[in-house]
């Protein structure tokens, strides 16, 4: 185990911005340090944003995921869309644990 906190990957639909905040919230107040998205655009709808800042949007998530020590993937209801189910196959061909908020 490393000595420093663990390090945790929100991932998850953009369309629930609040829920990745709010586990971000607990996950900081129990001493985890958590990497997500920081670009909401189901939240922001008037912010375009092209193809290409789109793809390099989603490298830049697998690579939060190659800091983690683990990964967290925020679904209410049991949803898991196309990009982030692309995103618990790379966690967990790379190791990482994952776990979900809700039941898949």
């Known amino acids: 185990m490393p000595n420093r906190p663990e390090i945790v990957c929100i991932c ?3 369309r629930f911005a609040d829920d990745m905040l709010a586990a ?3 996950l900081t107040l129990a001493g985890a340090i958590v990497v997500a998205p920081g670009v909401f655009t189901h939240r922001e709808p008037n912010e375009k944003i092209t193809d290409e800042q789109k ?3 989603a ?3 697998l690579q939060k995921i ?6 967290l993937v ?3 209801g049991g949803y898991i869309g ?4 692309r995103e618990i196959a790379y966690a967990l061909a790379t190791g990482k ?3 979900f908020t809700h039941p898949v």
Do not use: C, F, I
């Open 74 to 76: 925020v679904n209410p």
């Open 24 to 26: 971000n919230h607990d």
């Open 97 to 99: 644990p994952v776990s």
């Open 12 to 14: 998850g639909s953009t």
């Open 82 to 85: 196309e990009s982030t189910s």
């Open 66 to 71: 190659d800091l983690a020590d683990r990964v």
């Open 59 to 61: 490298a830049l998530h």
């Open 55 to 57: 793809a390099a949007l």
